[in-house]
């Protein structure tokens, strides 16, 4: 059993940056490929970006690259999700997944464990 737990989210305004942080427990955390995906009211979710077990390897969705940037520390058990350059569209709840697999993946039926989420909102 794995859980996570996501922090950092808040209010900020158009161009303004946060940082998400997802904090796992339980089982081997640094085998795992890890993904942030969001929902923005109305909307179905969809996937953000990924990292492999080791970091090495990172993917992200196009609308967020070059804005947002994905991290891990497997000494904390703690993966970051930084979001720069943010735009009200960018608004939604962001959660942070494990998959049981050390590759990275898009799709949110590859993930396993998922966290309670965290609201980011972003003012015009």
């Known amino acids: 059993q794995v859980q996570l737990v996501e922090s950092g989210g808040g209010l900020v305004q158009a161009g303004g940056s946060l940082r998400l942080s997802c904090a796992a427990s339980?089982?081997?955390?640094?085998?795992?490929?890890m993904g942030w995906f969001r929902r923005a009211p109305g909307k179905e979710r969809e996937f953000v970006a990924t990292i492999n077990w080791s970091g090495s390897s990172t993917y992200y969705r196009d609308s967020v690259k070059g804005r947002f940037s994905i991290s891990r520390d497997n000494a904390k058990n703690t993966v970051y999700l930084q979001l720069n350059s943010l735009k009200p569209e960018d608004t939604a709840i962001y959660y942070c997944a494990a998959r049981l697999q050390p590759t990275t993946a898009i799709d949110a039926y590859e993930y396993y464990y998922w966290g309670q989420g965290t609201q980011v909102t972003v003012s015009s």
């Open positions: 339980g089982r081997t955390y640094s085998n795992y490929a």
